[in-house]
């Protein structure tokens, strides 16, 4: 039997444009143990340039505000999959906007962050809470993208 050597073709990239660099903290809920949404999230902002640290699933609150004093990223994505989102989403982002070092960092949350049809009403009170943005389960990616692309790098915060 004779082996021959096959010609590969390199694989293309995406034609969409880049946006990064921006650092981002990926995160999940304390009471979300999904990390396949965490991964695609980490993978898609890494495939838009940005630098990524992804905290994991099920992070306390207090573990997750110190983890952005401590990195002081650009943008604070927190992901949902379990439909308990709101729950833990409310105190958390009412813990990062309570301190100074963060209370201009770019906080997002996505997901099934509900259940039993309050989805618009359940958006509104987390903007109000403090989320910049809230895309809900099924939400198009390229509304995320844009959201991402448009925000510049923050300064580095000086004590």
Known sequence: MM???????????ADRPRS???DVVVTGLPSDAHTWNLVFIQLLLEDLGHKVVNLGPCVPQDEIVESCCKFQPDLLVVSS??????????????????????????????GKLGVGGRQEEQAGELMRAGF???????ADLTTFESFVGALPARKAVTR
């Open 3 to 13: 082996w021959t050597k096959r010609t590969m073709k390199p694989a293309k990239w």
């Open 20 to 22: 990064g660099p921006l």
């Open 81 to 110: 999959v379990n439909g308990h989102g709101f729950n833990d989403a409310r105190p958390l982002v009412e813990a990062v906007r309570s301190r100074w070092e963060l209370a201009d960092l770019p906080a997002v949350i996505g």
């Open 132 to 138: 910049d943005a809230v895309f809900q389960d099924g």
